[in-house]
């Protein structure tokens, strides 16, 4: 790989298959598949994480979770997967409209349609203390 | 510079990667690849050009500086290939254990798994930290013994070529004999894993051997569903966030744990913390009542 040609050929392919992983489909949102996965997901976070209350996003593509001790986690989508974070360093949530509940902390972001359910959790996160401080 | 595989590997590396791409469309295993985690896995193996052939004039200095003070010589008969071959992919089993177990090491390394798929471009995921995380201290007992720098690098390049294509949900498991004595797709799924039994095993690059015997190799589960990744995975798309958050973790820890914990946040394994409030592998695995093997 040495001399910029190489590179920039290499650099090429990389675009090439970039492009034809979008064309074959391949750039779709996460979606839970049930409260099941996203207790499943909350048990990577330090100690694990027992769910007594738990909201997910209509479309999948994110979820609440509340412990007995009043702690929150949030589920939140990064491509076609999801990341799970407890409130934090700059964490807000407010809402945006419709039931829709907007999450984002220092790196994720959420947009979760909760319907009637909204409200509650705004509530409740607006309660949640962020974590480590 | 002497013999350098990787450029000869990377058209191969190309054309696999498309052909997978389309028998994972064809197949309808959609969750194969996703569009951006392939475009920074691509990303970062590029980058990771770049940072080697920056770094390789320093390294085959330091290795020539050692060849220069010992007296053994094993030259180049063409039965010094193999026996460096095998000697590096030992050499590669500790480098790549400590890069699990020193957070140091660890932070260069991390890249490599921040993916939460599992294809041919996550193979691709190299580090552009190795020489600031000077890893390459593990190939210098080579050099010691008298192979020459050359053929160790050369060596090296051969292994990082060999386990670009166990990095693949495409194929299930090898014959026995196959799986008994190679790195293959099933052991390194294990490695990229963050399923709990699966965390910190399978560190072979090319021989599982080493693995069956320091301890640290686990089977695949037909009855266990893979997850990849990190325990924290990333929260996004950022190539430059993929190649140094580790760092950058490290740098902000060092700053505010007391000087008594600090060398640990440099030094001890990945998730240790001096008040308890993160969990290491070992952590996790109890947690999860797996008994750890050794
Ligand atoms: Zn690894
Ligand atoms: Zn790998």
Request: proline share 5%.
């Amino acid at each position: 790989m040495s001399g910029p040609l190489p590179l920039a050929l290499a650099l090429l392919a990389v675009l090439a298959l970039v492009a034809l992983a979008h064309w074959l489909g391949f750039s779709r949102a996460a979606k839970l598949s049930g409260p099941d996965h996203a207790t499943a997901l909350a048990q990577s976070l330090p100690g694990g994480f027992s769910p007594v209350d738990l909201a997910i996003s209509r479309d999948g593509g994110g979820a609440l979770l509340r412990d007995a001790s009043g702690q929150v986690a949030i589920i939140a989508p990064v491509g076609a997967h999801f990341v799970v974070r407890l409130p934090a360093n700059r964490f807000y949530a407010r809402p945006a409209g419709k039931g829709l509940i907007e999450v984002r902390g220092e790196d994720f972001a959420a947009l979760l349609d909760l319907g009637e359910e909204g409200a509650r959790w705004l509530a409740i996160l607006s309660g949640a203390s962020p974590a480590g401080q | 510079m002497g013999f350098d595989p990787l450029p000869y590997a990377v058209p191969l590396f190309v054309l696999l990667i498309a052909a997978e791409l389309l028998w994972a469309k064809r197949t309808g295993r959609m969750a194969a690849y996703e569009t951006r985690d392939t475009a920074v896995s691509l990303g970062l193996g590029l980058g990771s050009v770049v940072a080697g052939a920056l770094a390789a004039p320093a390294v085959l200095a330091i290795m020539a500086h050692i060849y220069s003070l010992t007296p053994l010589r094993i030259g180049w008969a063409w039965w010094a290939w193999p026996l460096c071959f095998l000697a590096d992919d030992l050499a590669y089993y500790w480098q790549h254990r400590a890069g699990h177990r020193v957070r140091w090491f660890w932070a260069s390394h991390v890249n490599h798994h921040s993916s939460q798929h599992y294809n041919l471009s996550t193979a691709l995921r190299q580090t552009w930290t190795g020489f600031l995380a000077i890893t390459f201290v593990f190939r210098l007992p080579l050099v010691a013994v008298g192979f020459a720098p050359e053929l160790v690098l050369a060596c090296a390049g051969l292994n990082l070529v060999y386990q670009f294509w166990i990095h693949t949900e495409a194929v299930g498991r090898l014959p026995r004999w196959f799986e008994a004595v190679f790195n293959t797709p099933s052991h390194h799924r294990v490695h990229h894993a963050t399923n709990p039994r699966y965390l910190d095993r399978n560190f072979a690059g090319t021989f599982i051997v080493w693995d069956r015997l320091f301890g640290t190799f686990e089977p695949e589960r037909d009855d266990e569903q893979v997850r990849y990744g990190i325990v924290h995975q990333l929260g996004g798309f950022n190539i430059l966030k993929a190649a140094f958050h580790e760092w950058l973790a490290i740098g902000r820890d060092l700053v505010r744990a007391p000087w008594k914990a600090k060398a640990g946040y440099l030094l001890r394994e990945p998730g240790w913390s001096h008040d308890g409030s993160r969990e290491t592998s070992a952590m996790i695995r109890r947690r999860h009542g797996i008994e750890d093997a050794q």
